[in-house]
Protein backbone atom coordinates (compact mmCIF):
# COMPACT_ATOMS: atom_id res chain seq x y z
CA UNK A 1 0.00 0.00 0.00
CA UNK A 2 0.91 3.51 -0.71
CA UNK A 3 -0.01 5.94 2.67
CA UNK A 4 0.17 9.41 1.00
CA UNK A 5 0.78 11.93 4.00
CA UNK A 6 -0.54 16.04 3.44
CA UNK A 7 1.15 18.67 2.25
CA UNK A 8 1.27 19.60 5.73
CA UNK A 9 2.13 16.74 7.97
CA UNK A 10 4.72 17.04 10.30
CA UNK A 11 7.44 14.85 10.90
CA UNK A 12 5.95 13.28 14.28
CA UNK A 13 2.77 12.88 12.44
CA UNK A 14 5.17 10.97 9.82
CA UNK A 15 6.62 9.09 12.64
CA UNK A 16 3.31 8.10 14.26
CA UNK A 17 2.05 6.72 11.07
CA UNK A 18 5.34 4.44 10.63
CA UNK A 19 5.19 3.04 13.32
CA UNK A 20 1.41 2.32 13.04
CA UNK A 21 2.46 0.28 9.94
CA UNK A 22 5.00 -1.07 11.81
CA UNK A 23 2.32 -2.23 14.70
CA UNK A 24 0.52 -4.02 11.87
CA UNK A 25 3.10 -6.21 11.03
CA UNK A 26 4.61 -4.51 7.55
CA UNK A 27 7.77 -2.65 6.58
CA UNK A 28 7.40 1.33 6.30
CA UNK A 29 9.29 2.60 3.67
CA UNK A 30 9.58 6.13 3.66
CA UNK A 31 9.95 8.52 0.52
CA UNK A 32 10.62 12.37 1.44
CA UNK A 33 9.51 13.82 -1.60
CA UNK A 34 9.97 17.80 -2.32
CA UNK A 35 6.44 18.17 -2.09
CA UNK A 36 5.18 15.51 0.30
CA UNK A 37 6.13 12.31 1.92
CA UNK A 38 4.65 9.19 0.68
CA UNK A 39 5.59 5.98 3.02
CA UNK A 40 5.03 2.23 1.49
CA UNK A 41 3.99 -0.24 3.96
CA UNK A 42 5.54 -3.45 2.49
CA UNK A 43 4.78 -6.78 3.70
CA UNK A 44 2.47 -10.14 3.36
CA UNK A 45 -0.21 -9.60 0.82
CA UNK A 46 -2.96 -11.18 3.17
CA UNK A 47 -4.22 -9.05 5.57
CA UNK A 48 -3.19 -6.12 3.43
CA UNK A 49 -6.61 -4.78 3.95
CA UNK A 50 -5.92 -3.57 7.76
CA UNK A 51 -3.65 -0.96 6.31
CA UNK A 52 -6.66 0.80 4.85
CA UNK A 53 -7.21 2.32 8.38
CA UNK A 54 -4.10 4.19 8.23
CA UNK A 55 -6.06 6.25 5.95
CA UNK A 56 -7.72 7.71 9.75
CA UNK A 57 -4.81 8.75 10.93
CA UNK A 58 -4.16 12.59 11.48
CA UNK A 59 -2.47 14.03 8.28
CA UNK A 60 -2.81 10.82 5.95
CA UNK A 61 -4.62 12.04 2.61
CA UNK A 62 -5.00 9.33 0.96
CA UNK A 63 -4.02 4.93 0.92
CA UNK A 64 -3.52 3.36 -2.25
CA UNK A 65 -2.74 -0.24 -3.27
CA UNK A 66 0.59 -0.75 -5.63
CA UNK A 67 -0.92 -2.33 -8.20
CA UNK A 68 2.37 -3.57 -10.07
CA UNK A 69 3.90 -7.02 -8.28
CA UNK A 70 7.09 -5.72 -7.70
CA UNK A 71 6.04 -2.68 -5.07
CA UNK A 72 9.68 -1.69 -4.66
CA UNK A 73 11.62 -1.70 -7.53
CA UNK A 74 8.72 -0.04 -9.43
CA UNK A 75 7.50 3.55 -10.67
CA UNK A 76 4.27 3.64 -8.76
CA UNK A 77 6.29 4.17 -4.69
CA UNK A 78 9.09 6.14 -5.91
CA UNK A 79 9.19 7.38 -9.47
CA UNK A 80 12.32 8.86 -9.13
CA UNK A 81 15.14 6.95 -10.37
CA UNK A 82 17.17 5.34 -7.44
CA UNK A 83 21.09 6.58 -8.29
CA UNK A 84 22.99 3.47 -6.40
CA UNK A 85 26.25 5.07 -4.94
CA UNK A 86 30.14 2.99 -5.41
CA UNK A 87 32.19 4.88 -3.06
CA UNK A 88 33.07 8.13 -4.95
CA UNK A 89 30.88 7.23 -8.01
CA UNK A 90 27.26 6.62 -8.78
CA UNK A 91 25.42 4.80 -10.97
CA UNK A 92 22.02 5.84 -12.72
CA UNK A 93 20.70 9.40 -13.87
CA UNK A 94 23.09 11.02 -15.83
CA UNK A 95 25.77 8.72 -14.02
CA UNK A 96 27.59 6.39 -16.72
CA UNK A 97 28.75 2.71 -15.66
CA UNK A 98 31.59 0.90 -17.48
CA UNK A 99 32.87 -2.05 -16.23
CA UNK A 100 35.92 -3.45 -18.35
CA UNK A 101 37.42 -7.01 -18.01
CA UNK A 102 38.43 -10.72 -18.75
CA UNK A 103 35.15 -13.42 -18.02
CA UNK A 104 37.66 -15.25 -15.54
CA UNK A 105 40.50 -13.67 -13.19
CA UNK A 106 43.60 -16.22 -14.20
CA UNK A 107 46.75 -15.09 -13.28
CA UNK A 108 47.98 -12.04 -11.48
CA UNK A 109 49.72 -11.04 -14.98
CA UNK A 110 46.27 -11.65 -16.87
CA UNK A 111 44.52 -9.18 -14.46
CA UNK A 112 46.93 -6.41 -14.14
CA UNK A 113 47.73 -6.54 -17.63
CA UNK A 114 44.09 -5.76 -18.45
CA UNK A 115 42.90 -3.48 -15.39
CA UNK A 116 45.84 -1.06 -17.22
CA UNK A 117 44.37 -1.13 -20.60
CA UNK A 118 40.57 -0.81 -19.92
CA UNK A 119 41.66 2.12 -17.49
CA UNK A 120 44.05 4.22 -19.67
CA UNK A 121 40.78 3.65 -22.77
CA UNK A 122 38.05 5.55 -19.99
CA UNK A 123 36.68 2.22 -18.07
CA UNK A 124 35.69 2.90 -13.91
CA UNK A 125 35.15 -0.71 -13.14
CA UNK A 126 37.14 -3.72 -13.51
CA UNK A 127 35.02 -6.83 -14.23
CA UNK A 128 36.71 -10.72 -13.98
CA UNK A 129 34.71 -13.84 -12.14
CA UNK A 130 36.77 -15.75 -9.07
CA UNK A 131 33.67 -17.89 -8.51
CA UNK A 132 32.67 -18.86 -12.18
CA UNK A 133 29.37 -20.33 -12.77
CA UNK A 134 30.44 -22.45 -16.18
CA UNK A 135 27.27 -24.79 -17.53
CA UNK A 136 29.71 -27.67 -17.49
CA UNK A 137 30.95 -29.00 -14.29
CA UNK A 138 34.77 -29.67 -16.15
CA UNK A 139 34.70 -26.08 -17.45
CA UNK A 140 37.32 -23.79 -15.14
CA UNK A 141 35.32 -22.65 -12.00
CA UNK A 142 37.42 -19.65 -10.80
CA UNK A 143 40.84 -18.69 -8.74
CA UNK A 144 38.36 -18.25 -5.78
CA UNK A 145 39.27 -16.28 -3.06
CA UNK A 146 42.93 -15.87 -4.73
CA UNK A 147 41.37 -14.22 -7.97
CA UNK A 148 39.75 -11.92 -5.06
CA UNK A 149 42.86 -11.20 -4.10
CA UNK A 150 44.20 -10.23 -7.73
CA UNK A 151 40.84 -7.82 -8.37
CA UNK A 152 41.87 -6.32 -5.30
CA UNK A 153 45.84 -5.88 -6.53
CA UNK A 154 44.53 -4.49 -9.43
CA UNK A 155 42.06 -2.16 -7.83
CA UNK A 156 44.73 -0.85 -5.46
CA UNK A 157 47.15 0.11 -8.67
CA UNK A 158 44.66 1.38 -11.00
CA UNK A 159 42.13 2.85 -8.89
CA UNK A 160 39.02 0.95 -10.60
CA UNK A 161 36.11 -0.06 -8.56
CA UNK A 162 35.53 -4.48 -8.98
CA UNK A 163 33.24 -6.22 -9.83
CA UNK A 164 33.04 -9.53 -9.36
CA UNK A 165 30.30 -12.47 -9.16
CA UNK A 166 28.96 -14.18 -6.47
CA UNK A 167 27.05 -17.85 -6.63
CA UNK A 168 26.39 -19.00 -3.26
CA UNK A 169 24.95 -17.54 -0.35
CA UNK A 170 27.98 -19.12 1.78
CA UNK A 171 30.48 -16.68 -0.35
CA UNK A 172 28.51 -13.29 0.18
CA UNK A 173 30.47 -11.74 2.69
CA UNK A 174 33.97 -13.45 1.71
CA UNK A 175 32.99 -11.66 -1.73
CA UNK A 176 32.32 -8.75 -0.22
CA UNK A 177 35.16 -8.25 1.73
CA UNK A 178 37.25 -7.82 -1.81
CA UNK A 179 34.72 -6.33 -4.15
CA UNK A 180 32.98 -3.10 -4.92
CA UNK A 181 29.93 -4.38 -6.62
CA UNK A 182 28.89 -7.78 -6.32
CA UNK A 183 27.55 -9.74 -9.03
CA UNK A 184 24.46 -12.22 -9.76
CA UNK A 185 24.90 -13.88 -12.59
CA UNK A 186 22.33 -15.11 -15.14
CA UNK A 187 21.88 -18.96 -14.02
CA UNK A 188 21.46 -17.55 -10.45
CA UNK A 189 18.86 -15.08 -11.20
CA UNK A 190 16.57 -16.98 -9.10
CA UNK A 191 18.22 -18.31 -6.58
CA UNK A 192 16.15 -16.63 -4.14
CA UNK A 193 18.31 -18.08 -1.23
CA UNK A 194 21.17 -16.31 -2.47
CA UNK A 195 19.39 -12.55 -3.58
CA UNK A 196 17.41 -12.44 0.09
CA UNK A 197 21.43 -12.95 1.58
CA UNK A 198 22.28 -10.21 -0.61
CA UNK A 199 19.25 -7.88 0.63
CA UNK A 200 20.99 -8.31 3.80
CA UNK A 201 24.30 -6.01 3.21
CA UNK A 202 24.63 -2.68 1.87
CA UNK A 203 27.00 -3.20 -1.23
CA UNK A 204 25.87 -2.59 -4.69
CA UNK A 205 24.52 -5.45 -6.64
CA UNK A 206 24.23 -6.51 -10.30
CA UNK A 207 21.59 -8.71 -10.89
CA UNK A 208 21.69 -9.76 -14.29
CA UNK A 209 18.86 -11.15 -15.99
CA UNK A 210 18.62 -14.84 -16.65
CA UNK A 211 18.91 -16.68 -19.51
CA UNK A 212 15.13 -17.32 -19.84
CA UNK A 213 13.81 -14.79 -18.00
CA UNK A 214 10.68 -12.01 -18.07
CA UNK A 215 11.12 -8.58 -17.36
CA UNK A 216 9.15 -9.36 -14.95
CA UNK A 217 10.86 -12.15 -13.34
CA UNK A 218 13.72 -9.94 -13.14
CA UNK A 219 12.06 -7.26 -11.63
CA UNK A 220 11.17 -9.58 -9.42
CA UNK A 221 13.97 -11.20 -8.57
CA UNK A 222 15.24 -7.52 -8.11
CA UNK A 223 12.48 -6.90 -5.61
CA UNK A 224 13.52 -9.74 -3.52
CA UNK A 225 16.94 -8.20 -2.78
CA UNK A 226 15.13 -4.42 -1.76
CA UNK A 227 12.90 -5.75 -0.08
CA UNK A 228 15.19 -7.22 2.27
CA UNK A 229 16.91 -3.87 2.84
CA UNK A 230 19.37 -3.32 0.21
CA UNK A 231 18.67 -0.45 -2.35
CA UNK A 232 21.20 -0.92 -4.22
CA UNK A 233 20.57 -2.89 -7.01
CA UNK A 234 21.61 -2.41 -10.60
CA UNK A 235 19.66 -4.37 -13.46
CA UNK A 236 21.54 -6.04 -16.22
CA UNK A 237 20.08 -7.42 -20.14
CA UNK A 238 22.84 -9.83 -20.63
CA UNK A 239 20.47 -11.41 -23.94
CA UNK A 240 17.90 -14.48 -23.35
CA UNK A 241 17.66 -17.32 -25.86
CA UNK A 242 15.28 -17.42 -28.31
CA UNK A 243 15.33 -19.56 -31.59
CA UNK A 244 18.07 -18.11 -33.06
CA UNK A 245 21.04 -19.75 -33.12
CA UNK A 246 23.70 -17.05 -35.48
CA UNK A 247 24.28 -15.55 -32.27
CA UNK A 248 25.24 -16.73 -28.64
CA UNK A 249 21.74 -15.28 -27.35
CA UNK A 250 19.44 -12.57 -28.52
CA UNK A 251 20.07 -9.09 -26.77
CA UNK A 252 17.12 -8.07 -25.96
CA UNK A 253 17.61 -4.43 -25.99
CA UNK A 254 13.99 -3.13 -25.84
CA UNK A 255 14.05 -4.45 -22.21
CA UNK A 256 16.29 -0.88 -21.85
CA UNK A 257 13.59 1.27 -22.21
CA UNK A 258 10.76 -0.96 -20.96
CA UNK A 259 12.59 -1.13 -17.65
CA UNK A 260 13.25 2.25 -17.79
CA UNK A 261 9.28 2.82 -17.99
CA UNK A 262 8.33 0.39 -15.57
CA UNK A 263 11.13 0.72 -12.80
CA UNK A 264 13.68 2.85 -10.89
CA UNK A 265 16.40 1.02 -11.40
CA UNK A 266 19.25 1.65 -13.39
CA UNK A 267 20.17 -0.64 -16.24
CA UNK A 268 23.41 -1.72 -17.74
CA UNK A 269 24.19 -3.86 -21.01
CA UNK A 270 26.35 -6.30 -21.47
CA UNK A 271 26.95 -7.55 -25.70
CA UNK A 272 29.85 -9.50 -24.63
CA UNK A 273 27.32 -12.21 -23.31
CA UNK A 274 24.57 -10.90 -24.78
CA UNK A 275 25.58 -11.63 -28.36
CA UNK A 276 29.03 -13.68 -28.09
CA UNK A 277 30.45 -12.44 -31.46
CA UNK A 278 33.39 -9.38 -31.59
CA UNK A 279 32.26 -7.71 -34.17
CA UNK A 280 28.72 -7.37 -32.74
CA UNK A 281 29.56 -5.68 -29.64
CA UNK A 282 30.64 -1.96 -30.53
CA UNK A 283 27.35 -1.41 -32.73
CA UNK A 284 25.18 -3.05 -29.66
CA UNK A 285 26.82 -0.91 -27.41
CA UNK A 286 26.54 2.26 -29.34
CA UNK A 287 22.95 0.89 -29.31
CA UNK A 288 22.46 0.27 -26.01
CA UNK A 289 23.98 3.81 -25.07
CA UNK A 290 21.12 5.53 -27.56
CA UNK A 291 18.52 3.56 -25.96
CA UNK A 292 18.93 4.85 -22.47
CA UNK A 293 21.41 2.28 -20.48
CA UNK A 294 22.93 3.71 -16.93
CA UNK A 295 26.29 1.32 -18.42
CA UNK A 296 27.80 -1.32 -20.04
CA UNK A 297 29.70 -3.94 -18.90
CA UNK A 298 32.16 -5.39 -22.08
CA UNK A 299 34.51 -8.90 -21.77
CA UNK A 300 38.31 -7.55 -22.37
CA UNK A 301 41.66 -10.19 -22.67
CA UNK A 302 44.96 -9.67 -23.64
CA UNK A 303 45.36 -12.67 -25.07
CA UNK A 304 41.33 -14.03 -26.48
CA UNK A 305 43.00 -17.11 -28.19
CA UNK A 306 44.57 -18.50 -24.62
CA UNK A 307 41.46 -17.38 -22.09
CA UNK A 308 40.38 -19.76 -20.21
CA UNK A 309 36.77 -19.19 -20.66
CA UNK A 310 34.38 -16.73 -23.31
CA UNK A 311 37.81 -15.98 -25.50
CA UNK A 312 35.59 -15.83 -28.59
CA UNK A 313 34.07 -13.01 -27.54
CA UNK A 314 36.42 -11.43 -25.56
CA UNK A 315 37.96 -8.22 -27.03
CA UNK A 316 41.56 -7.18 -27.10
CA UNK A 317 42.14 -4.02 -25.34
CA UNK A 318 43.33 -2.42 -28.37
CA UNK A 319 39.59 -3.49 -30.01
CA UNK A 320 38.60 -2.04 -26.66
CA UNK A 321 39.72 1.16 -26.47
CA UNK A 322 38.70 1.79 -30.46
CA UNK A 323 35.29 0.81 -29.47
CA UNK A 324 35.38 3.48 -26.67
CA UNK A 325 36.25 6.12 -28.90
CA UNK A 326 32.11 5.82 -30.36
CA UNK A 327 30.75 5.36 -26.98
CA UNK A 328 32.15 8.63 -26.34
CA UNK A 329 30.01 10.14 -29.15
CA UNK A 330 26.75 8.32 -27.98
CA UNK A 331 27.45 8.88 -24.51
CA UNK A 332 27.38 13.16 -25.11
CA UNK A 333 24.42 12.56 -27.51
CA UNK A 334 22.37 11.10 -24.64
CA UNK A 335 23.28 13.44 -22.41
CA UNK A 336 25.20 10.15 -19.71
CA UNK A 337 29.07 11.19 -18.29
CA UNK A 338 31.37 8.99 -17.51
C1 LIG B 1 29.85 -13.40 -16.65
O1 LIG B 1 29.56 -12.20 -16.57
O2 LIG B 1 31.01 -13.81 -16.71
C2 LIG B 1 28.78 -14.39 -16.76
C3 LIG B 1 28.94 -15.64 -16.37
O3 LIG B 1 27.67 -13.87 -17.33
P1 LIG B 1 26.18 -14.45 -17.37
O4 LIG B 1 25.83 -14.75 -15.93
O5 LIG B 1 25.42 -13.32 -17.97
O6 LIG B 1 26.21 -15.67 -18.23
MN1 LIG C 1 31.97 -14.58 -19.62
Known amino acids: MIIVMSQEATKPQIDHVIETIKELGYTPHPIHGEQRTVIGAIGDERGKFRLESLANLVAVESVMPILSPYKLVGRELQGEPTIVPVGDLTVGGNEFMLIAGPCSVESREQILTVAAAVKKSGAQY ?196 VMMKDIRKYLKLAGKHL
Open 126 to 321: LRGGAFKPRSSPYAFQGMEEEGLKLLKEASELTGLKIVTEVITPTDVLLVAKYADVLQVGARNMSNFALLKDLGKISKPIILKRGMAATVNDLLMAAEYIVSEGNPNVILCERGIRTFETATRNTLDLSAVPLIKDRSNLPIIVDPSHGCGIKKLIAPLSNAAVACGADGLMIEVHPQPEVAFSDGAQSLLPKEFD
